[in-house]
């Protein structure tokens, strides 16, 4: 039985950035909505209440009965979460003077404090709430204070309840870490048992036992998600898996074959399906960014589905899922967000069930996973790439001569990036065909040809993400070959704009 602590999500965007850090500590977690937890099956160790966007005393506030989980588990309530848990209790919650955002210094910790242990006075931690915690009720003891704030922490005298007023799980917190596994290990109990290699081993045998001799197909996309799922599910089932690719004309140059042999090599039973024509041919004339995404996505259905009913007697669709696109998350408004699916509407048409063997990593838990699998680092470290492929990279109609002209700067500006050991540096990275042309000088001639975009940005988990600062002169190189050896390109462009307000891809 895997131990772990369960977080429940009060609506705060950090949330996942809480259950990153208590994986990093090779300690499972799972997250949950605030009012649905768990039954408990005696692997829960510990419960971590997240923030939020509310104030806990308006009147859309979530809320939930603390008593059975204090009778039971050892609690971490993180800002809203603390301040929730002492205003149940009879203390006071106001609204701050200003709002205190921004580092940070503890000081007058509590000398003993388990919470604590091994965190000095001083150390930097980042505040983020328009409210404070103005009086804890009887039975809670101030461990901790900041310049500003009179109880940044506190803790429940004879239990093992404790809150903080500022996020350990962001990294402008020193010591956040520490905090986190002072709380999981320290106090809970939590053994550090969680791995690559434990999750491989519990996981294969549960799709044993899950698919038994059951067939499966798996819709490959070239990612890492799509990749690891693959190889585990191979390493679980075998040949009773069969994996179709299908390249719908806008993968980056050679990719389909390059692809498709990494599969072979990994020993996947792989069914490669061109179709190109039928996407260029449904795309002709098609300009507008919402409408191409539903064209190539019903395409790829319709491309699978054929594919997939050529394999007798197959019960099941797998798909590289992971944890980001399972977590019911909470708007402002209460209202529930669902789980999303890789392919949407696949299940259903095909009247199969659906296998997600990654559903419970993040994505750099599915990257250690690739590497425990004995997987080859380039498949790994690949970095994401948007389904409808260079589709949304194109603004305008898409045609194939479009294609094959960002396909050649692609490979240009890639290859640059793994040539000048850029490649790891950045978390994605592109080239984007501009609807313009652009008048420049080749030898004694004018021409009138196309713009290009290079887009490379730096992020943790694409919510946000900053423009890289790619160096001058590999920017200068790479803009001198896309001119001199792509045939209709004459200016290249650097993006420099962050995430928010703008997004990773222009379309």
Same mark, same amino acid.
């Given at each position: 039985m895997q131990e772990k602590i369960v977080i429940l999500d009060f609506g705060s965007q950090t949330t996942q950035l809480i259950g990153r850090r208590i994986r990093e500590l090779d300690i499972y977690c799972e997250i949950y909505p605030y009012n649905k937890f768990p039954e408990d099956d005696g692997s829960i160790r510990g419960v971590i209440l997240s923030g939020s966007p509310f104030s806990v005393y308006d009147d859309k506030a979530f809320k939930i009965d603390l008593e059975p989980l204090s009778s039971r588990y050892p609690i971490?309530?993180? *800002?809203?979460?603390?301040?929730?848990?002492?205003? $149940? $209790?009879? =203390?006071?919650?106001?609204?701050? /003077?200003?709002?205190e955002y921004g580092r940070a210094h503890l000081a007058g910790i509590r000398e003993g404090n388990p919470l604590f242990e091994g965190i000095a006075e001083g150390s930097q931690i980042w505040m983020s709430h328009g409210d404070t915690i103005t009086a804890i009720p009887d039975g809670f003891e101030k461990i901790a204070s900041t310049?500003?704030?009179?109880?940044?922490?506190?803790?429940? %005298?004879? %239990?093992?309840?404790?809150?903080?007023?500022?996020?350990?799980?962001?990294?402008?917190?020193?010591?956040?870490?520490? !905090?986190?596994? &002072?709380f999981a290990v320290g106090i809970c109990g939590c053994k550090q048992d969680w791995s690559p290699a434990s999750f491989i081993e519990t996981t294969v045998a549960q799709l044993q036992q899950q698919l038994g001799n059951d067939k499966v197909v798996l819709g490959l996309s070239g990612g890492v998600d799509s990749s690891v799922a693959a190889v585990l599910l191979?390493?679980?089932?075998?040949?009773?898996?069969? *994996?179709?690719?299908?390249?719908? =004309?806008?993968?980056?140059?050679?990719? #389909?074959? &390059?692809?498709?042999?990494?599969?072979? *090599?990994? /020993?996947?039973?792989?069914? /490669?399906?061109? $179709?190109?024509?039928?996407? #260029?041919?449904? !795309?002709?004339?098609?300009?507008?960014?919402?409408?191409?995404?539903k064209i190539i996505g019903k395409g790829f259905i319709d491309v699978f589905d054929e594919e997939a009913h050529k394999i007798k007697d197959v019960k099941w669709l797998a798909q590289g899922t992971i944890y980001p696109d399972c977590i019911e998350s909470l708007s402002i408004t209460g209202t529930v967000i669902k789980s999303h699916h890789n392919v949407g509407g696949l299940p259903e048409r095909m009247n199969l069930r659906l296998c997600e063997p990654l559903r419970l990593l993040f994505k750099d838990e599915v990257r250690r996973v690739g590497r425990e699998l004995g997987?080859?680092?380039? !498949?790994?470290?690949?970095?994401?790439?948007? /389904?409808?492929?260079? $589709?949304?990279?194109?603004?305008?109609?898409?045609?194939?001569? %479009?294609?094959?002209?960002?396909?050649?700067?692609?490979?240009?500006f890639i290859s640059g990036l793994r040539e000048w050991g850029l490649y790891d540096k950045v978390w994605q990275a592109g080239v984007i065909l501009l609807p313009v042309q652009s008048v420049g000088v080749m030898g004694d001639e004018r021409t009138y040809e196309r713009a290009v975009a290079l887009r490379a940005v730096t992020s943790t988990d694409a919510m946000t993400a900053d423009w890289a600062r790619l160096p001058y002169d590999f920017l200068a190189k790479v803009s001198n070959d896309i001119i001199n050896k792509v045939k209709g390109v004459n200016r290249v462009t650097y993006d420099i704009s962050s995430k928010p307000p703008s997004t990773i891809e222009w379309e």
């Amino acid at each position: 039985m895997q131990e772990k602590i369960v977080i429940l999500d009060f609506g705060s965007q950090t949330t996942q950035l809480i259950g990153r850090r208590i994986r990093e500590l090779d300690i499972y977690c799972e997250i949950y909505p605030y009012n649905k937890f768990p039954e408990d099956d005696g692997s829960i160790r510990g419960v971590i209440l997240s923030g939020s966007p509310f104030s806990v005393y308006d009147d859309k506030a979530f809320k939930i009965d603390l008593e059975p989980l204090s009778s039971r588990y050892p609690i971490l309530g993180i *800002c809203y979460g603390a301040q929730y848990m002492a205003y $149940a $209790a009879g =203390g006071k919650v106001e609204p701050a /003077g200003s709002r205190e955002y921004g580092r940070a210094h503890l000081a007058g910790i509590r000398e003993g404090n388990p919470l604590f242990e091994g965190i000095a006075e001083g150390s930097q931690i980042w505040m983020s709430h328009g409210d404070t915690i103005t009086a804890i009720p009887d039975g809670f003891e101030k461990i901790a204070s900041t310049e500003s704030v009179d109880i940044a922490a506190y803790h429940v %005298k004879g %239990k093992k309840i404790w809150g903080v007023q500022f996020h350990p799980e962001v990294y402008h917190t020193t010591d956040g870490t520490q !905090l986190l596994k &002072n709380f999981a290990v320290g106090i809970c109990g939590c053994k550090q048992d969680w791995s690559p290699a434990s999750f491989i081993e519990t996981t294969v045998a549960q799709l044993q036992q899950q698919l038994g001799n059951d067939k499966v197909v798996l819709g490959l996309s070239g990612g890492v998600d799509s990749s690891v799922a693959a190889v585990l599910l191979n390493r679980a089932i075998g040949s009773n898996l069969t *994996c179709i690719f299908v390249d719908h =004309g806008m993968l980056r140059k050679d990719e #389909f074959k &390059n692809v498709l042999h990494d599969y072979e *090599c990994l /020993g996947l039973n792989v069914i /490669g399906v061109d $179709a190109s024509r039928k996407f #260029f041919s449904e !795309l002709a004339g098609v300009t507008e960014p919402e409408r191409k995404r539903k064209i190539i996505g019903k395409g790829f259905i319709d491309v699978f589905d054929e594919e997939a009913h050529k394999i007798k007697d197959v019960k099941w669709l797998a798909q590289g899922t992971i944890y980001p696109d399972c977590i019911e998350s909470l708007s402002i408004t209460g209202t529930v967000i669902k789980s999303h699916h890789n392919v949407g509407g696949l299940p259903e048409r095909m009247n199969l069930r659906l296998c997600e063997p990654l559903r419970l990593l993040f994505k750099d838990e599915v990257r250690r996973v690739g590497r425990e699998l004995g997987m080859p680092e380039h !498949l790994i470290t690949r970095h994401p790439f948007p /389904g409808p492929g260079l $589709a949304v990279r194109i603004l305008g109609e898409i045609t194939p001569e %479009k294609v094959h002209v960002l396909q050649e700067a692609d490979d240009i500006f890639i290859s640059g990036l793994r040539e000048w050991g850029l490649y790891d540096k950045v978390w994605q990275a592109g080239v984007i065909l501009l609807p313009v042309q652009s008048v420049g000088v080749m030898g004694d001639e004018r021409t009138y040809e196309r713009a290009v975009a290079l887009r490379a940005v730096t992020s943790t988990d694409a919510m946000t993400a900053d423009w890289a600062r790619l160096p001058y002169d590999f920017l200068a190189k790479v803009s001198n070959d896309i001119i001199n050896k792509v045939k209709g390109v004459n200016r290249v462009t650097y993006d420099i704009s962050s995430k928010p307000p703008s997004t990773i891809e222009w379309e």
